[in-house]
């Protein structure tokens, strides 16, 4: 693929940040962005770098009116060698593939989006915060830009790669997150998109976050469709108990997002022989084990925040701490490890770092 590449002029390029401190999360965007158009019997055209700026579509794009749209998330690090990383982005990529097929949109092959990555990340090499705990947040997107009414895939869509400097998802960084187990909405049901990473999950999800922000807690925890008693998903993250000894997360049926960070701690856990379950969790069997002691640790990953550290869950106007609301030995192990691996500091045995020349 030949991507042509055109730099912002010196005078429309923004300050970038001199240090990791109060960068934030997803506020602060760098200079340039890659673009890639499709059309329907023609494939896929003009792979480009250009200055950071406004997208144009008309008014009447499919995306705009029927949701068809498709997003990835990523991070570039600077090593302490210097060098710059990229953690599993082949999966980021195949992850794609996976939605864009759910959505009926068209796939890329994966050699062609890490090129694009490693592109734009070259391109904007100086925006990557060289302060441990920060990094570029690497934003891949598809939209449905026919403009026609009508439901119906659209015929022509728009790939693009927006980045930006990034901080810790959470401002108060790596300290247990207080969760509020949602009854009344649901996320996604089985048959639905789900497992996609698409935006009408998110539109989904905005209600019962404002409702549970209001209240004073950092996510909801999401409950399956059909029962509301199996545990789903965090907002943002994949879900994580350790059980008796234990470490217990929902399995891949559908309507839950597979993570690419909750397939390097499957893979770390098993690795230190720690006892592994993808199966269903009830809510009471968590409120159970949180009552008799025999949950010990619970905690989300992401790509966004790694791994966070869950102190407390409420359900039904009960709470129940989680290790007396404190970092739990595993939640910290699994965020030092795969931290040290994304930035240099640890051998990458399982190479799941890529180096971006």
Same mark, same amino acid.
């Given at each position: 693929?030949?991507?042509?590449?055109?730099?912002?002029?010196?005078?429309?390029?923004?300050?970038?940040?001199?240090?990791?401190?109060?960068?934030?999360?997803?506020?602060?965007?760098?200079?340039?962005?890659?673009?890639?158009?499709?059309?329907?019997?023609?494939?896929?055209?003009?792979?480009?770098?250009?200055?950071?700026?406004?997208?144009?579509?008309?008014?009447?794009?499919?995306?705009?009116?029927?949701?068809?749209?498709?997003?990835?998330g990523l991070k570039a690090y600077y090593a302490k060698d210097g060098s710059v990383c990229l953690y599993r982005p082949e999966m980021n990529a195949r992850r794609l593939n996976r939605s864009a097929a759910r959505l009926c949109m068209p796939e890329i092959p994966v050699a062609d989006q890490l090129q694009a990555i490693r592109a734009i990340v070259r391109t904007d090499r100086e925006w990557i915060p060289r302060a441990r705990g920060a990094s570029l947040y690497i934003r891949p997107a598809m939209i449905a830009t026919e403009a026609v009414l009508g439901v119906h895939p659209s015929a022509e869509y728009l790939f693009?790669?927006?980045?930006?400097?990034?901080?810790?998802?959470?401002?108060?960084?790596?300290?247990?997150?207080?969760?509020?187990?949602?009854?009344?909405?649901?996320?996604?049901?089985?048959?639905?998109?789900?497992?996609?990473?698409?935006?009408?999950?998110?539109?989904?999800?905005?209600?019962?976050?404002?409702?549970?922000?209001?209240?004073?807690? !950092?996510? /909801? *925890?999401? #409950?399956?469709? %059909?029962?509301?008693?199996? $545990?789903? @998903?965090?907002?943002?993250?994949?879900?994580?108990?350790?059980?008796?000894?234990?470490?217990?997360?929902?399995?891949?049926?559908?309507?839950?997002?597979?993570?690419?960070?909750? !397939?390097? /701690? *499957?893979? #770390?856990?098993? %690795?230190?022989?720690?006892? $592994?379950? @993808?199966?269903?969790?009830?809510?009471?069997?968590?409120?159970?084990?949180?009552?008799?002691?025999?949950?010990?640790?619970?905690?989300?990953?992401?790509?966004?925040?790694?791994?966070?550290? /869950?102190?407390? #869950?409420?359900?039904?106007?009960?709470?129940?701490?989680?290790?007396?609301?404190?970092?739990?030995?595993?939640?910290?192990?699994?965020?030092?490890?795969?931290?040290?691996?994304?930035?240099?500091?640890?051998?990458?045995?399982?190479?799941?770092?890529?180096?971006?020349?």
């Open positions: 693929m030949e991507i042509s590449v055109t730099l912002a002029p010196a005078d429309r390029r923004r300050e970038k940040p001199k240090s990791g401190e109060g960068l934030g999360f997803g506020t602060r965007f760098s200079d340039h962005m890659f673009l890639m158009e499709f059309v329907q019997g023609t494939g896929w055209r003009n792979a480009r770098i250009v200055p950071y700026g406004p997208l144009s579509i008309l008014p009447t794009a499919v995306v705009l009116h029927y949701a068809q749209e498709i997003f990835e693009f790669i927006v980045t930006g400097p990034v901080g810790a998802y959470y401002a108060r960084g790596f300290e247990p997150v207080r969760i509020l187990v949602e009854e009344k909405y649901v996320r996604a049901a089985q048959g639905g998109l789900g497992e996609a990473k698409t935006g009408a999950n998110y539109a989904a999800s905005l209600l019962a976050a404002k409702s549970a922000k209001e209240e004073g807690f !950092d996510q /909801v *925890l999401w #409950l399956d469709a %059909e029962h509301r008693r199996f $545990v789903e @998903e965090v907002g943002t993250m994949n879900i994580f108990f350790v059980l008796r000894g234990e470490l217990v997360t929902p399995p891949l049926t559908g309507s839950i997002l597979p993570g690419v960070t909750r !397939d390097s /701690v *499957l893979a #770390l856990a098993r %690795e230190w022989n720690i006892p $592994v379950a @993808e199966r269903p969790v009830s809510i009471e069997e968590v409120f159970r084990g949180a009552e008799d002691g025999s949950l010990s640790e619970a905690f989300g990953s992401g790509t966004a925040a790694v791994i966070s550290p /869950v102190g407390a #869950l409420s359900y039904r106007g009960q709470e129940a701490l989680v290790n007396r609301s404190r970092v739990g030995e595993l939640s910290r192990r699994l965020f030092e490890e795969i931290t040290g691996i994304q930035y240099g500091e640890i051998e990458d045995r399982h190479r799941w770092v890529q180096r971006v020349e």
